[in-house]
């Protein structure tokens, strides 16, 4: 033997000399036997051994590989085993492979055999009996009974449907039905020795737990006995299985594994026990165990309000944490921090989009392009805290998803374009800016606000925080387009991420002119989209795989956001890329006989009009008219003999392309000029939209029930058309007022009154507070974020903007009372106005007294016009009260650009001289004012305090300088103009479609001169320009207009915007017309009780910074006036946050001795607020005990201010209270000097 050497002995050389010292013989010779070659030997077939004959019988059916007999010793190669069959792996019941075992040997031990001799025999003995069992094996005829018409194994549990079980079953019998008996059993033979005897035993038994009355699987037939029979050793004796449902639990007991509810090991037993049974299992690894125990019961909050963290479904669903433990077998749960809660939290969703794995990856972006489309719907509205889009958006996932668009794997960058594009693109806020296209071409901004140091340090910023500032700039800086692009060109996707890509370009263009320019002129890209998705021919086959060849309505609309920003624009992109052609073969679509789906059809052909009307509205594409017009006339045509109202919905189509029919050729009259076209190309419309709309609003009266907004739009574009053809027709020299008057009169008089006085408009009128925004209460979303704005139409908790309802009449509405407006203005007389606002009554007088909502909301400026068109009928008639204060509360909630119909309304209504004089607004006016018997307020001046009649005739005497102070400061000459051009088509003088939806003015613009100066002062501006006129027209026009109904918090308004006076400059409010002013409007405010000044104000930050500012001008410039005084002490009523008295009281000390109001001042009820309930602040309490003992408040001196301070001392003395504070207090006060008097007035 050669023996290891020993450590530091080189082994090679210590082997060698051992060898060469004791040569060892060679352990085998080679002889050679074959005898020299004479000639081929007959060929004798050799039996084949038992091994052999076992091992074919086992063997898989492929050939074995070649052996080639070399004639001598050569070089030694491996053995090639890639085609040798492999035997399946036996899979042991413990999860590991069975150690290998000789079976015992029965017999007498006196025998002399091996024991390898003995399992030779009885491997011998086995395979004869396999043998006979397989040639006593017949086949039945009918194997349908015999194997059943079910599976008994696979119950459908897991799979998408119960069917693919049946499936799985079919499939499986006809593999047997075609194979042989030798192949069954030899298929049979693999099965067993593969398969876990346990579960053998646990197949058996699934065969006998047969329902009763279940006669599917006979039980008795051959095949079947065969089957269930086999053994997992050949060799082993026979033994009754269990056949009955009652055996089942012996063999959950005799086999743990097949027993689901037994616990798992935790015990130190156990464990002890797992880890001796199993070989290189003795190092226990708890962390790991864990993966592999079950899932923890799930504890339930009972209050609902646990703080879990958010959790999301594969559809984007959250997932309720207090709700009954979700399937399992649902694939939500992991090993997560809480593995017992299905679901992905968001930060779970961001590692796995940081996977190696792509699945993975597509699996994360997947559930977030589901999240975001559910957030956008408003239904997530209530159940966070925090804005969640805003917080991803913050932790980098715009990132992230830009970085998915490059990877290879495509699946990867077709689930990251569908994220990305739900995480700006809102279907249900696009799909509303599309529908009421309809009401007005003017289109939204949607980039945000940014502020001046920001939008110079943008340059400056990095991706991300470029993307957190602006989202759609900073994907632009992300090079997102020619990513785009290289997609569709270069990936073609399908149509999913064809889509999606458009969605994202649709997005980005409506950002701003910067990032439309930036689409347009990307090179390939706009050019890619026009070639490949609107073409100018249909195509004759549609495929669902590729949209690649057919017209996309999305590419269409993304032309359509382009044309509106800008002429240049409009015009690069028609003369470049060939759009005109495309959309006169789209507008005569018809769905029934197109090539591309209905739906599909539809929608392109409703768009290709929108398209052209934008093209219109720039005086492009007027060469498309003369060409078609023979079709438009023809298809008006079919609308006056085949189209009629009804409330089916069938006609839904031809409603939607007659609206916008009726659209394109109210937008070709504001093309007629001496450039493009002629009269005569529009004169001969008049006839046969008069007809139609005739038709349609006598069958509209004649409705028993309401409508649909369809057909409604149907009547308004209809109108629409009428009232522009005849303001056009009024500049004509041919014009005929006479003719023109009668032609009205009998084709529309009579039509209009009856329709006015039907059932069907008083039913319409009852529910337009249901239809309105400004009477909704909803309130404005907040899911919007600083990054990325919306329009408004989803508002909060998922409610939709009212105007958006489907049954929503107002822009019908809105177009009949243009109608009348317009046909009055050019010849009077001929629609009545005094009874077509009865009906609607109602809802005009909620509108002027309640708070309105949604008012800078996009969608809320379709009813302020329809408020504005109803009230301009109102032009040239007697006024009531009500209209009144609507007009001015309506001024308010105009958008732009309808700075003309702002104008129009307060020259003809708003201050209107002859409406404000009358004796029903003076009246009004004089009881809004009334107070009741008040000492009047001393002035510096020594003016007296003028009478509330007085002041009121002084101020209509001087309306019409009233009235030029507010034209002057409210209005801009060149926003009017366009605003005309706009309203009246006149075509050729728009630049722009798109525009930021604010209202013209805001709420408080009567304050409008008043607030302005103050910003100046504020803003240290030159005030060179303030006018003491320009104040007392302000003042005298809110004492005109003032109100006794109001919101608590409008009433707090107008207190905080009134005293801003007192800081426009150091002597305003000491002018007497402006004191006498000012003084009436605070006695207003206060007549029902004083302002609730913890209620916020729109434009005031703080108001308790307000009022440090206020106590900082008296100190300087009030001269003890008692107006600023009663201003002052306002906020030191009980029923004002704390904190305002506290600053009077402990910081401002010196400013009591000045404030000389007496209580006779101010009403009684009034007084009553200061001096109740008990003050319980030990500061303030000090504070006035300390001014009435240092005779800083003197009766005679401070009236007011004595009775306020010595009230709430005498109270706290008589207060029986547990503080401790304030009975130190009270003692100490009962023990500090006082003057007679003071002990007199506090009952000491």
Same mark, same amino acid.
Request: glycine letters at 4%.
């Given at each position: 033997?050669?023996?290891?050497?020993?450590?530091?002995?080189s082994?090679?050389?210590?082997?060698? *000399?051992?060898?060469?010292?004791n040569?060892?013989?060679a352990s085998s010779?080679?002889?050679?036997k074959?005898?020299?070659?004479?000639?081929?030997?007959?060929?004798?077939?050799?039996? *084949?051994?038992?091994?052999?004959r076992?091992?074919?019988?086992?063997s898989?059916?492929?050939?074995?590989?070649?052996?080639?007999?070399?004639?001598?010793?050569?070089?030694?190669?491996?053995?090639?085993?890639?085609?040798l069959?492999?035997?399946?792996c036996?899979?042991?019941?413990?999860?590991?492979p069975?150690?290998?075992?000789? =079976?015992?040997?029965?017999?007498s031990g006196?025998?002399?055999?091996?024991?390898?001799?003995?399992?030779?025999?009885?491997?011998?003995?086995?395979?004869?009996?396999s043998?006979?069992?397989?040639?006593?094996?017949?086949?039945?005829?009918?194997?349908?009974?015999?194997?059943?018409?079910?599976?008994?194994?696979?119950?459908?549990?897991?799979?998408?449907s119960?069917?693919?079980?049946?499936?799985?079953?079919?499939?499986?019998?006809?593999?047997?039905?075609?194979?042989s008996?030798?192949?069954?059993?030899?298929?049979?033979?693999?099965?067993?020795?593969?398969?876990?005897?346990?579960?053998?035993?646990?197949?058996?038994?699934r065969r006998?737990?047969?329902?009763?009355? =279940?006669?599917s699987?006979?039980?008795?037939?051959?095949?079947?006995?065969?089957l269930?029979r086999?053994q997992?050793?050949p @060799?082993?004796?026979?033994?009754?299985?269990?056949?009955?449902?009652?055996?089942i639990?012996?063999?959950? @007991?005799?086999?743990?594994?097949?027993?689901?509810?037994e616990p798992?090991p935790?015990?130190v037993?156990?464990?002890s026990?797992?880890?001796?049974?199993?070989?290189?299992?003795n190092?226990?690894?708890?962390?790991?165990?864990?993966?592999?125990?079950?899932?923890?019961?799930v504890?339930l909050?009972?209050d609902?309000?646990?703080?879990?963290?958010?959790?999301?479904?594969? =559809?984007g669903?959250?997932?309720?944490?207090?709700?009954?433990?979700?399937?399992?077998?649902?694939?939500?749960?992991h090993?997560?921090?809480?593995?017992?809660?299905?679901?992905?939290?968001?930060?779970? %969703?961001f590692?796995?989009?940081?996977?190696?794995?792509?699945?993975?990856?597509?699996?994360?972006?997947?559930?977030?392009a589901?999240?975001?489309d559910?957030?956008?719907?408003?239904?997530?509205d209530?159940?966070?805290?925090? &804005?969640?889009?805003?917080?991803?958006?913050?932790?980098?996932?715009?990132?992230?998803?830009?970085?998915?668009?490059?990877?290879?794997?495509?699946?990867?960058?077709?689930?990251?374009?569908?994220?990305?594009?739900?995480?700006?693109?809102?279907?249900?806020?696009?799909?509303?800016?599309d529908?009421t296209?309809?009401?007005?071409?003017?289109?939204?901004v949607?980039?945000p606000?940014?502020?001046?140091?920001?939008q110079?340090?943008i340059?400056?910023l990095?991706?991300?925080?470029?993307?957190?500032?602006d989202?759609?700039?900073?994907?632009?800086?992300?090079?997102?387009?020619?990513?785009?692009?290289?997609i569709?060109?270069v990936?073609?996707?399908?149509?999913g991420?064809?889509?999606?890509?458009v969605k994202?370009?649709?997005r980005?263009?409506?950002?701003s002119l910067?990032s439309?320019?930036?689409?347009?002129?990307?090179?390939?890209?706009?050019?890619?989209?026009i070639?490949?998705?609107?073409?100018?021919?249909?195509?004759?086959?549609?495929?669902?795989?590729?949209?690649?060849?057919a017209?996309?309505?999305l590419?269409?609309?993304?032309?359509?956001?382009?044309?509106?920003?800008?002429?240049?624009l409009?015009?690069?992109?028609?003369?470049?890329f060939?759009?005109?052609?495309?959309?006169?073969?789209?507008l005569?679509?018809d769905?029934?006989?197109a090539?591309?789906?209905?739906?599909?059809?539809?929608?392109?052909c409703v768009e290709?009009y929108?398209?052209?009307?934008?093209?219109?509205r720039?005086?492009?594409?007027?060469?498309?008219?003369?060409?078609?017009?023979?079709?438009?006339?023809?298809q008006?045509?079919?609308?006056?003999?085949?189209? =009629?109202?009804?409330?089916?919905?069938?006609?839904?189509?031809n409603?939607?392309?007659?609206?916008?029919?009726l659209m394109?050729?109210?937008?070709? %009259?504001g093309?007629?000029?001496?450039?493009?076209?002629?009269?005569?190309?529009v004169?001969d419309?008049?006839?046969?939209v008069e007809?139609?709309?005739?038709?349609?609003?006598?069958?509209?009266?004649?409705?028993?029930?309401?409508?649909?907004?369809?057909?409604?739009?149907l009547?308004?574009?209809?109108?629409?058309?009428?009232?522009?053809?005849?303001?056009?027709?009024?500049?004509?020299?041919e014009? &005929?007022?006479?003719?023109?008057?009668?032609?009205?009169?009998?084709?529309f008089?009579?039509i209009?009154?009856?329709?006015?006085?039907?059932?069907f408009m008083k039913?319409l009128?009852?529910?337009?507070?249901?239809?309105?925004?400004?009477?909704?209460?909803f309130?404005?979303?907040?899911?919007?974020l600083p990054?990325?704005?919306?329009p408004?139409?989803?508002?909060?908790?998922?409610?939709?903007?009212p105007v958006?309802?489907?049954?929503?009449?107002?822009?019908m509405?809105?177009?009949?009372?243009?109608f009348?407006?317009?046909?009055?203005s050019?010849?009077?007389?001929?629609?009545?106005?005094?009874?077509?606002?009865?009906?609607f009554?109602?809802y005009?007088?909620?509108?002027a007294?309640?708070?309105?909502?949604?008012?800078p909301?996009?969608?809320?400026?379709?009813?302020?016009r329809?408020?504005?068109?109803?009230?301009?009928?109102q032009?040239?008639?007697?006024v009531?009260?009500?209209?009144? *204060?609507l007009?001015?509360?309506?001024?308010g909630?105009?958008?732009?650009?309808d700075e003309?119909?702002?104008?129009?309304?307060?020259?003809?209504?708003?201050f209107?001289?002859q409406?404000?004089?009358?004796?029903?607004?003076?009246?009004s006016?004089?009881e809004?004012?009334?107070?009741g018997?008040?000492?009047?307020?001393?002035?510096?001046?020594n003016?007296?305090?003028?009478?509330v009649?007085?002041i009121?005739?002084?101020?209509?005497?001087? %309306?019409?300088?009233?009235?030029?102070t507010?034209?002057?400061?409210?209005?801009?000459?060149?926003?009017c103009?366009?605003s005309?051009?706009?309203?009246?088509?006149?075509?050729?003088?728009?630049?722009?479609?798109?525009?930021?939806?604010e209202?013209?003015?805001?709420?408080?613009?009567p304050?409008?001169?008043l607030?302005?100066?103050?910003?100046?002062?504020?803003?240290?501006k &030159?005030?060179t320009?303030?006018?003491?006129?320009?104040?007392? &027209?302000?003042?005298?026009?809110?004492?005109?207009?003032?109100?006794?109904?109001?919101?608590?918090?409008?009433?707090?308004?107008r207190?905080?915007?009134l005293?801003?006076?007192?800081?426009?400059?150091?002597?305003?409010?000491?002018?007497?017309?402006?004191?006498?002013?000012?003084?009436?409007?605070?006695r207003?405010?206060? *007549?029902?009780?004083?302002p609730?000044?913890?209620?916020?104000?729109?434009?005031?930050t703080?108001?308790h910074?307000?009022?440090?500012?206020?106590?900082?001008?008296?100190q300087?410039?009030?001269?003890g006036?008692?107006?600023?005084?009663?201003?002052?002490?306002?906020?030191?009523s009980?029923?004002?946050p704390?904190a305002?008295r506290?600053?009077?009281?402990?910081?401002?000390?010196?400013?009591?001795?000045?404030?000389s109001?007496?209580? @006779?001042h101010?009403?009684?009820?009034?007084?009553?607020?200061?001096?109740g309930?008990?003050?319980?602040?030990?500061?303030?309490l000090?504070?006035?005990?300390?001014?009435?003992r240092?005779?800083?408040?003197?009766?005679?001196?401070?009236?007011?201010?004595?009775?306020?301070?010595s009230?709430?001392i005498?109270n706290?003395?008589?207060?029986?209270?547990e503080?401790?504070?304030?009975?130190?207090?009270?003692?100490?006060?009962k023990?500090?000097?006082?003057?007679?008097?003071?002990?007199?007035?506090?009952?000491?």
């Amino acid at each position: 033997m050669i023996r290891r050497p020993k450590p530091g002995e080189s082994d090679l050389d210590e082997m060698m *000399k051992e060898f060469e010292k004791n040569p060892a013989p060679a352990s085998s010779d080679l002889v050679n036997k074959r005898k020299p070659d004479s000639g081929p030997e007959p060929e004798i077939k050799k039996p *084949k051994s038992v091994f052999a004959r076992q091992r074919e019988s086992r063997s898989k059916p492929e050939p074995a590989p070649e052996i080639v007999n070399l004639s001598v010793l050569s070089e030694i190669r491996e053995r090639t085993c890639s085609r040798l069959p492999v035997p399946p792996c036996p899979s042991g019941s413990t999860g590991f492979p069975e150690i290998l075992k000789l =079976d015992k040997i029965s017999g007498s031990g006196e025998t002399k055999r091996s024991l390898f001799s003995q399992q030779f025999m009885k491997m011998k003995q086995g395979f004869s009996d396999s043998t006979l069992s397989s040639q006593s094996f017949n086949k039945p005829q009918n194997l349908a009974e015999s194997i059943g018409g079910r599976s008994f194994i696979l119950e459908g549990s897991g799979l998408q449907s119960w069917t693919e079980a049946e499936e799985l079953h079919t499939e499986n019998f006809k593999r047997l039905e075609a194979m042989s008996e030798q192949e069954i059993l030899e298929e049979q033979e693999k099965l067993v020795q593969s398969l876990d005897p346990s579960l053998l035993v646990f197949l058996r038994t699934r065969r006998s737990m047969v329902p009763p009355g =279940d006669k599917s699987v006979p039980g008795d037939e051959p095949m079947q006995q065969d089957l269930l029979r086999t053994q997992s050793n050949p @060799n082993s004796d026979s033994k009754p299985e269990p056949s009955t449902v009652e055996d089942i639990s012996d063999l959950m @007991n005799k086999y743990p594994n097949m027993n689901r509810d037994e616990p798992e090991p935790n015990t130190v037993e156990d464990i002890s026990d797992l880890m001796n049974k199993y070989p290189n299992m003795n190092r226990d690894e708890p962390e790991k165990r864990e993966w592999m125990s079950s899932i923890p019961e799930v504890e339930l909050s009972g209050d609902g309000k646990g703080g879990f963290s958010a959790r999301f479904g594969f =559809d984007g669903s959250l997932i309720d944490p207090n709700s009954a433990q979700v399937d399992v077998r649902s694939g939500l749960h992991h090993h997560g921090e809480e593995p017992e809660r299905a679901g992905y939290t968001l930060s779970e %969703l961001f590692t796995l989009i940081r996977s190696s794995s792509s699945r993975q990856r597509v699996l994360a972006l997947d559930i977030l392009a589901a999240i975001l489309d559910k957030y956008w719907t408003g239904v997530l509205d209530s159940c966070f805290s925090l &804005n969640p889009v805003e917080e991803m958006v913050g932790a980098g996932l715009v990132s992230l998803l830009r970085s998915c668009l490059d990877e290879k794997e495509e699946s990867v960058v077709f689930s990251a374009t569908q994220c990305l594009a739900n995480l700006f693109y809102s279907q249900g806020e696009e799909s509303a800016l599309d529908w009421t296209n309809l009401y007005s071409p003017e289109q939204p901004v949607l980039a945000p606000v940014l502020e001046e140091k920001d939008q110079e340090e943008i340059e400056e910023l990095k991706d991300h925080e470029l993307v957190q500032l602006d989202l759609i700039l900073g994907l632009l800086r992300m090079d997102i387009l020619p990513r785009i692009r290289y997609i569709l060109t270069v990936l073609r996707p399908g149509p999913g991420v064809v889509l999606s890509s458009v969605k994202i370009l649709v997005r980005i263009s409506r950002h701003s002119l910067y990032s439309a320019q930036q689409v347009s002129h990307c090179p390939g890209l706009l050019q890619t989209l026009i070639a490949e998705f609107l073409p100018p021919l249909l195509p004759h086959t549609f495929s669902n795989t590729t949209l690649y060849g057919a017209p996309v309505w999305l590419v269409c609309k993304l032309c359509r956001v382009l044309l509106a920003w800008d002429l240049n624009l409009a015009r690069f992109i028609t003369q470049e890329f060939q759009l005109e052609p495309s959309l006169m073969v789209y507008l005569t679509i018809d769905p029934s006989q197109a090539t591309i789906p209905s739906r599909e059809a539809v929608l392109l052909c409703v768009e290709s009009y929108r398209t052209w009307c934008t093209l219109l509205r720039y005086n492009l594409t007027t060469g498309s008219y003369t060409n078609l017009y023979p079709v438009l006339v023809r298809q008006l045509l079919y609308f006056i003999e085949k189209i =009629d109202i009804s409330t089916g919905t069938e006609q839904q189509f031809n409603y939607d392309v007659g609206c916008w029919l009726l659209m394109v050729l109210t937008t070709v %009259l504001g093309c007629v000029d001496k450039n493009t076209l002629d009269w005569v190309h529009v004169a001969d419309l008049r006839k046969p939209v008069e007809t139609c709309t005739r038709k349609w609003l006598v069958q509209l009266s004649r409705q028993s029930e309401l409508i649909s907004t369809s057909a409604y739009n149907l009547v308004g574009t209809g109108f629409t058309f009428l009232s522009v053809f005849y303001l056009k027709l009024k500049t004509r020299t041919e014009f &005929n007022q006479d003719k023109f008057k009668e032609e009205l009169i009998s084709d529309f008089s009579s039509i209009i009154q009856t329709c006015f006085k039907s059932d069907f408009m008083k039913v319409l009128s009852e529910k337009m507070s249901v239809y309105s925004g400004y009477l909704s209460g909803f309130k404005e979303q907040k899911r919007s974020l600083p990054c990325l704005e919306i329009p408004g139409a989803v508002l909060l908790n998922g409610d939709v903007h009212p105007v958006l309802n489907p049954t929503a009449p107002i822009f019908m509405l809105s177009s009949l009372f243009r109608f009348i407006s317009v046909v009055n203005s050019i010849v009077p007389g001929v629609c009545p106005t005094q009874s077509i606002l009865t009906g609607f009554k109602g809802y005009f007088q909620n509108l002027a007294a309640k708070p309105v909502s949604l008012v800078p909301n996009w969608f809320s400026r379709f009813e302020s016009r329809l408020l504005f068109w109803a009230l301009s009928t109102q032009f040239n008639s007697e006024v009531e009260n009500d209209t009144h *204060k609507l007009s001015v509360k309506v001024c308010g909630l105009l958008q732009r650009p309808d700075e003309i119909l702002l104008r129009e309304l307060m020259e003809n209504i708003v201050f209107n001289q002859q409406i404000l004089q009358s004796e029903y607004l003076l009246s009004s006016c004089l009881e809004a004012l009334s107070l009741g018997s008040v000492s009047p307020l001393s002035c510096p001046t020594n003016l007296p305090e003028q009478d509330v009649n007085q002041i009121l005739n002084s101020s209509l005497n001087n %309306l019409d300088n009233i009235k030029a102070t507010y034209m002057e400061k409210l209005f801009n000459d060149n926003l009017c103009r366009i605003s005309l051009f706009y309203h009246n088509l006149s075509n050729q003088y728009n630049l722009s479609l798109v525009l930021r939806g604010e209202p013209v003015l805001s709420q408080d613009w009567p304050f409008y001169p008043l607030l302005q100066v103050y910003n100046w002062e504020q803003s240290g501006k &030159n005030k060179t320009q303030v006018r003491i006129e320009d104040m007392r &027209n302000c003042l005298a026009w809110l004492l005109l207009t003032d109100s006794n109904q109001c919101s608590p918090r409008e009433n707090t308004a107008r207190f905080y915007r009134l005293a801003t006076i007192f800081l426009s400059g150091n002597d305003l409010f000491l002018d007497p017309v402006v004191h006498n002013l000012l003084t009436a409007l605070l006695r207003g405010v206060m *007549k029902d009780g004083l302002p609730d000044l913890s209620l916020s104000v729109p434009g005031l930050t703080s108001g308790h910074e307000f009022y440090l500012q206020l106590l900082d001008q008296y100190q300087a410039v009030s001269y003890g006036d008692q107006l600023f005084s009663l201003f002052i002490s306002v906020p030191l009523s009980m029923s004002q946050p704390v904190a305002f008295r506290r600053t009077f009281w402990t910081e401002k000390p010196d400013l009591v001795r000045t404030i000389s109001l007496k209580s @006779n001042h101010l009403t009684k009820n009034i007084v009553e607020k200061f001096l109740g309930p008990q003050e319980l602040e030990t500061d303030i309490l000090i504070a006035l005990f300390h001014a009435l003992r240092d005779n800083c408040i003197m009766k005679s001196r401070n009236e007011f201010l004595y009775l306020i301070a010595s009230t709430q001392i005498k109270n706290l003395i008589r207060l029986q209270t547990e503080n401790d504070e304030l009975n130190k207090l009270i003692k100490y006060i009962k023990s500090a000097k006082k003057d007679e008097e003071l002990r007199r007035d506090l009952d000491i």
